[in-house]
C-alpha cells in the first residue's frame, strides 16, 4: 500500500517513465524525472532521521520540490501533512507544537517566519547555501549528493500515512487522521468511477497544494492514470489562471465557486480560450446555483460540483460528467452511503433538511488530539457531519448550510446560504455572505455585499430583489458593501474572521 509505488513508480515499470508527469512553469518533469529527485529526496530525510510513522510537514510553494518532498516521506512510510505558505509566525508556532513533526521543510516564502516562530534543523529549498543557519539544512545542496536510489518500505492499508488539516474557520485547525488505505479508495472511486481521469489529462489545480482537494488531483489522481499535473508556486488570481490555461492548455481545471466567480467578472472572461477543457471540477464551498449557470454562458465548460471534507478525505458527493444538475451536489459517489438524519439520529424523507452522514471507505480515524470531538464524529467507517443537507427522489443531495451557522429569525430557523445563493443571482453582485446580528433582542440577517466592478446597485434594489424571491422573514434588514470577503487559506468564506470585522 505504499503510495509512492502505487501512483509514481507504477509508471516506470509499466513504461511510462518517458511521460510527462508534472509541468512546472517552464519546466517539465517525465515520470523517472520526478520518480529519480523523489528517490534522492527520499534518501536525504532518512539521513535527517525520518523513518516509518514520523511526521514530516511540509511548508512549501507549489513545485516540484513540494511533490518530490511528499512522495519522498511517503515512500520511507513516513506521515505528511502540509501547511499554508503565506502564514504568520504565530501560525507556524502553532502548527509546529500541534504536529511535533520530525522534519519540517520550508522554502524562501515560509524560512522567515518559521524561524520567527521558533522552527529549527529546517530542511530549507529554494534558497542559497550561504543564507543557509549552521543549524538548518541546505535541500538542493544534499539532494545533488544523494543516491538515485531508493526501495519503497512497505506499508499496510491500515498504517497511517496522511493528516489533512481542517479549515479553521470555526476554531483552530485540526489534523484528520488518514490511513493508506484513504487515498487509493477515493482515487478509484472518485477520480476514476466518477471524473474518468485518463492518460491523456493534463490538470491544473486553482487551490494550493497545501489543500488536499488540489494535491490530489493534480498530483497524484493524475499520476495514478499516467497523466500530468500543473504546479505554480505564486498566489492564484483570476489573471494567473487564464495565462495558465493559454500556456499549457490542461484538459481540467480544478476550481472553487471564488475563483469562478472571480474569473467571470475578469476582463479577460470575453476573449479566453478555454477550448482545452473537457470539464472543471468545483468544491470547496457550495456552488450557487446562479454562478453556475453564469459560468455555463459564458465558458461553455462543463462544471462538476462535488462536497468532500477533511474528515472523510476527498469528494464522497459529486455531479457526473454528461449530467451536472444545477444547484445540487450530485449523488453519492460509488463505494460511499448517505443519509439525511433529523435532531434524534432518525432518517428524513425526500424533500426534508436535516444533517448529513456519510458512511465509505475514507472516513479519517479520529481528530489527532481531540477524543471528545473523534467520538462525536467518527463511528468507524461512518462520518456524523455538521452540514445541513436534503435529498430529492432521484438521489440527488442539495447543500443547505452549515448547522452552526443557522439563524433563528422570527422563531424560523433560516440558512445564510439561501440568502446568499440568492443574492448572488443579481447581475452586479460578485460574493456575498450573511450573518445574524441582534437588533432589540431580535436576531436580524445582514449582508456583506462584494459589487462587480463600477456597479451601482443600492441597498434598497437589493432588498427588494430578495424580496421577490425568498420569504420575508429571510430577506436581509442590513446590506453592507464591501471590497472583499475574508477567505481561510483554502479559499473558504472565514465566517469567523467575518464577525469580528462586523
Not at 472543471?280 to 465548460?301: I, M, N, Q, Y
Not at 476527498?314 to 454528461?322: A, D, M, Q
Request: proline content about 6%; aromatic content about 8%; hydrophobic content about 40%.
Amino acid at each position: 500500500m505504499n503510495l509512492t509505488s502505487f501512483f509514481l513508480d507504477r509508471n516506470l515499470a509499466e513504461g511510462r517513465a518517458d511521460r510527462t508527469a508534472l509541468i512546472c512553469e517552464d519546466r517539465s518533469y517525465s515520470y523517472a524525472e520526478l520518480a529519480e529527485l523523489t528517490n534522492r529526496t527520499g534518501n536525504v530525510l532518512h539521513e535527517l532521521g525520518v523513518r516509518a510513522g514520523d511526521l514530516v510537514l511540509l511548508a512549501l510553494s507549489d513545485g516540484a520540490e513540494f511533490v518530490a518532498t511528499w512522495y519522498a516521506a511517503q515512500k520511507l512510510g513516513a506521515v505528511t501533512a502540509e501547511v499554508y505558505t503565506f502564514l504568520q509566525p504565530k501560525d507556524y508556532a502553532y502548527y509546529l507544537s500541534y504536529t511535533g513533526a520530525k522534519l519540517v521543510v520550508a522554502d524562501q516564502v515560509t524560512l522567515a517566519p518559521l524561524r520567527a516562530a521558533g522552527g529549527r534543523d529546517l530542511l530549507v529549498a529554494g534558497v542559497p547555501a550561504e543564507e543557509v543557519l549552521p543549524h538548518e539544512r541546505p535541500f538542493r545542496t544534499l539532494v545533488d549528493l544523494a543516491s538515485a536510489e531508493l526501495a519503497p518500505a512497505p506499508v499496510r492499508e491500515e498504517d497511517v500515512a496522511i493528516w489533512k488539516f481542517t479549515t479553521g474557520s470555526t476554531g483552530s485547525p485540526k489534523a484528520c487522521v488518514h490511513p493508506a488505505r484513504s487515498p487509493l479508495a477515493s482515487f478509484r472511486h472518485y477520480a476514476v468511477e466518477v471524473l474518468g481521469l485518463r492518460q491523456d489529462d493534463r490538470v491544473l489545480a486553482v487551490p494550493k497544494l497545501f489543500f488536499g482537494y488540489a494535491r490530489d488531483l493534480a498530483a497524484m489522481f493524475p499520476f495514478g492514470v499516467g497523466g500530468s499535473g500543473i504546479a505554480f508556486p505564486q498566489r492564484s488570481t483570476a489573471e494567473l489562471i487564464f495565462e495558465l490555461i493559454e500556456r499549457h492548455r490542461p484538459t481540467v481545471l480544478v476550481n472553487v465557486p471564488t475563483m469562478m466567480s472571480a474569473m467571470l467578472a475578469h476582463p479577460a472572461a470575453a476573449t479566453a480560450d478555454l477550448s482545452s477543457l473537457r470539464l472543471c471540477t468545483s468544491a470547496g464551498e457550495a456552488l450557487p446555483e446562479e454562478l453556475h449557470r453564469k459560468w455555463d454562458k459564458a465558458f461553455g465548460v462543463e462544471v462538476i460540483d462535488g462536497i468532500g471534507s477533511s474528515e472523510a478525505y476527498h469528494i464522497y458527493l459529486s455531479n457526473r460528467p454528461g449530467r451536472p444538475r444545477h444547484g445540487t451536489l450530485g449523488q453519492v459517489v460509488p463505494g460511499y452511503s448517505a443519509r439525511v438524519l433529523g435532531e434524534a439520529g432518525e432518517p428524513l424523507e425526500d424533500g426534508e433538511i436535516g444533517t448529513l452522514e456519510v458512511t465509505g471507505p475514507t472516513i479519517a480515524l479520529e481528530y489527532r488530539g481531540d477524543e471528545e470531538k473523534s467520538a462525536r464524529t467518527f463511528q468507524g467507517d461512518t462520518l456524523r457531519s455538521g452540514d445541513l443537507f436534503s435529498r430529492d427522489a432521484e438521489g440527488y443531495f442539495s447543500h443547505r448550510g452549515r448547522a452552526d451557522d443557522l439563524l433563528k429569525v422570527g422563531g424560523i430557523f433560516v440558512s445564510p446560504a439561501e440568502i446568499e445563493h440568492c443574492l448572488i443571482g443579481h447581475p452586479e453582485v460578485l460574493e456575498c455572505a450573511v450573518l445574524g446580528y441582534e437588533s432589540d433582542g431580535l436576531t436580524r440577517a445582514r449582508a456583506f455585499v462584494v459589487t462587480v466592478p463600477d456597479a451601482e446597485v443600492t441597498a434598497d434594489a437589493l432588498r427588494e430583489y430578495a424580496k421577490e424571491r425568498l420569504a420575508g422573514h429571510k430577506c436581509p434588514r442590513d446590506f453592507r458593501f464591501v471590497p472583499s470577503l475574508p477567505r481561510t487559506a483554502n479559499g473558504k468564506l472565514d465566517r469567523r474572521a467575518l464577525r469580528e470585522r462586523s
